[in-house]
């Protein structure tokens, strides 16, 4: 056998396959537009969020009593068409047992809510559909990055059944039920945050080449990675605490704080029989819970932000700053919340604060993870 030589050509250049994601624009410049693609998604998910809160604030997530993914999309369009609408509502317990003296016109305003809310749903899977469509016909999507595009639409789809699955719960005839089942409604709200760390995680990551992001890993932080991983998985434990609250509406049953019902402990914690539904039912364990929890995930925030403020990164540093002023402004709102019987108002304010801390969270777990250049100093 011939020798060659250690440099030599194995495949002439104009016979080398180009590999996908490599095409006219170059690797840069698709993950420039799969980025903005991502945080449109992002934006989507946040707006979709919003109003899926206000849908649950003014109780509208039970007008819309069937499920039709692609006829559905149309909205009444005839005095007959919302009287359909109208008389299914009619059959369930929640009429008849909260708002048995509603008018047409009433119906029509919940409607639009829950409506709305599915709208936007819709729109966030096309956008998904469009975008991924494009970028890999196109064959701009990078390396290894098909199968992390894929995700968030499967997820998406997933979001879409388990929305259905957690009305459904509510859409009752006789057996008094007025609203959709609480854990439920937290599996609903939890996957939505999974879906936006999930877009946040990729859209960051697609913001510098991988070349970089591989130079970055070499400065990694692995305590303070480690820290903003617990704090990442703590505060979407607290969110799912906050849906079970939001569930049955236990943020109105004690408005005294730092007290409830004027002691430390809620009264009847434990009435309810087999014990373990005070979980999900009882709103003054529920509340209790959320309450215990947020003060330990401020604590959890405090230790991993006097980690992070000693980084040898100054952005990293400034990352564990804003979690920190997160927090402080997250359990501020909680409380004044609470306080004021959580009215709509202060009660979407308080989830959409939730979105900015879970965002602040995600980002200071990623600088630590791939810290940026700027100014360094010694760790303390």
Do not use: C
Request: charged share 15%; net charge positive; proline share 4%.
């Amino acid at each position: 056998m011939a020798k060659r030589a250690i440099f030599e050509d194995t495949v002439a250049p104009s016979e080398r396959p180009v590999p996908r994601g490599a095409g006219i624009e170059g690797p840069k410049g698709a993950r420039r537009a799969i980025r903005g693609w991502l945080w449109l998604m992002f934006a989507m998910v946040v707006a979709m969020i919003a109003v899926g809160g206000l849908t649950r604030l003014t109780d509208s997530g039970l007008s819309i009593t069937e499920w039709k993914p692609l006829t559905g999309a149309l909205p009444p369009m005839t005095q007959a068409d919302w009287q359909a609408e109208f008389d299914l509502y009619q059959r369930i317990d929640q009429f008849h047992l909260l708002n048995a003296d509603m008018t047409l016109d009433q119906f029509k305003a919940i409607y639009w809510w829950e409506w709305s809310h599915r709208q936007l749903g819709r729109a966030i899977g096309l956008v998904w559909f469009l975008g991924f469509a494009w970028f890999w016909l196109r064959r701009q999507i990078p390396a290894g990055w098909t199968g992390r595009l894929v995700l968030p639409g499967v997820l998406g789809g997933l979001q879409g059944a388990i929305g259905w699955w957690m009305v459904s719960s509510g859409i009752t005839q006789g057996e008094g039920t007025v609203s959709v089942a609480s854990y439920r409604l937290a599996t609903h709200l939890g996957l939505a945050f999974i879906i936006l760390g999930v877009l946040a995680w990729y859209a960051l990551l697609l913001g510098r080449s991988e070349a970089d992001l591989l130079k970055a890993r070499r400065g990694r932080e692995a305590r303070l990675f480690s820290l903003a991983t617990g704090l990442m998985h703590f505060a979407f434990l607290q969110i799912l605490l906050g849906a079970l609250v939001a569930g049955i509406d236990a943020g109105r049953g004690y408005t005294d704080w730092p007290w409830m019902g004027g002691g430390v402990l809620p009264p009847a914690m434990w009435d309810l029989t087999p014990v373990w539904r005070n979980l999900f039912e009882n709103d003054g364990t529920v509340q209790f819970i959320h309450r215990v929890s947020g003060y330990l995930l401020f604590v959890f925030g405090v230790i991993a932000w006097n980690r992070g403020r000693r980084s040898a990164f100054a952005p990293t540093r400034a990352a564990f700053h804003m979690v920190l002023a997160g927090l402080l402004v997250q359990i501020t709102l909680g409380i004044v919340t609470v306080m004021h019987g959580a009215p709509v108002s202060l009660g979407i304010t308080h989830q959409v604060m939730a979105v900015i801390l879970w965002v602040l969270i995600l980002r200071a777990r990623y600088l630590a993870q791939y810290p940026l250049g700027g100014t360094i100093r010694g760790k303390a």
